[in-house]
């Protein structure tokens, strides 16, 4: 049973693969027909997490360790497969209008290490190490969801083009009002010509060249969100080819009894 799941996901990824790549290809008056590709898309991506989720519970039947193991990590990447179809999708949003943000105070320490935690499975697989970095308490005023997909794009990159067995550096630092974020990773140096445009849409580099699931949006949605939350995005490649990828938004300095929900 175990076997024919994985098989008909592993067909269904290729699947959407296939779409998502495509849409680099397509011109304007097929966009709307996109947009409602990718938005269907999501629908058997959430029905093949809910049935791995299932089947590790054991509602069919026990698993062996081995079992279980392959299904988390089976599991992991259809959530990494969920958020680029989402990712699709924003970019197409984003790149139309500048949609409303639905804001609310909430504590960014908090959401990044949930972050973290959504991927540990990947950081494991890779062998690599995350260490995450920061000095103050930050809540922040803004759109969680959409601030949280701006901290899983900066982090699924990291986890992507990383060395094997390298470090990843999550930092959160305060100053003056402004929570400066970043993820730091070991990779390929990205020239600065590449650098200056890596933020646009469908742009390519050295590293994004070598993944073939690269859509060439998810950095320039991150961008098109910090941008409407007033904020600032950069990056930086250094010859020794420590790639940092991070932005900066005003917060407040002050306690509070967030639901984290």
């Known amino acids: 049973m175990l076997i024919v799941i994985s098989l008909l996901f592993v067909l269904m990824m290729g699947y959407q693969f296939y ?31 809910n049935m791995l989720n299932l089947l590790m519970k054991g509602k069919f039947g026990e698993l062996n360790p081995k079992q279980y193991e392959m299904l988390k ?21 984003y790149g ?5 943000l639905y804001k609310s105070d909430f504590d960014l320490v908090y959401l990044v290490n949930s972050v973290i935690e959504q991927n540990r499975l990947l950081i494991c ?17 803004g759109d969680r969801l959409q601030i949280e997909r701006v901290i899983e794009n900066f982090l699924s990159n990291a986890l992507t083009y990383s ?11 305060c100053n003056d009002g402004i929570a400066d974020f970043s993820i730091s990773n070991k990779s390929y140096y990205i020239p600065s010509k590449e ?17 073939n ?18 904020g600032q995005i950069y990056a930086d490649s250094t010859a020794d080819g420590i790639c940092t990828f991070g932005f900066r938004l005003a917060f407040e300095n002050k306690k509070s009894e967030l639901s984290r929900k």
């Open 19 to 49: 779409l998502i790549k495509k849409y680099k290809n397509l011109n304007k008056d097929e966009m709307s027909y996109v947009a409602t590709l990718t938005h269907d898309l999501k629908s058997p991506a959430r029905a093949q997490i």
């Open 213 to 230: 699931a690269s859509t060439g949006l998810g950095l320039f949605t991150a961008k098109r969100i910090i941008t409407l939350h007033g």
């Open 195 to 211: 650098l200056k445009n890596i933020f646009n849409k469908f742009s390519n580099t050295v590293n994004s060249r070598l993944n």
């Open 96 to 100: 139309l209008n500048n949609s409303a």
């Open 125 to 141: 697989e890779k062998g690599l190490n995350v260490k995450f970095n920061n000095d103050c308490e930050c809540i922040i005023r």
């Open 73 to 93: 990590l089976t599991c992991s990447s259809a959530k990494y497969m969920s958020n680029l179809v989402g990712t699709v999708l924003s970019g197409y949003k």
């Open 163 to 173: 060395f094997e067995n390298t470090e990843i550096y999550v930092n959160l630092f």
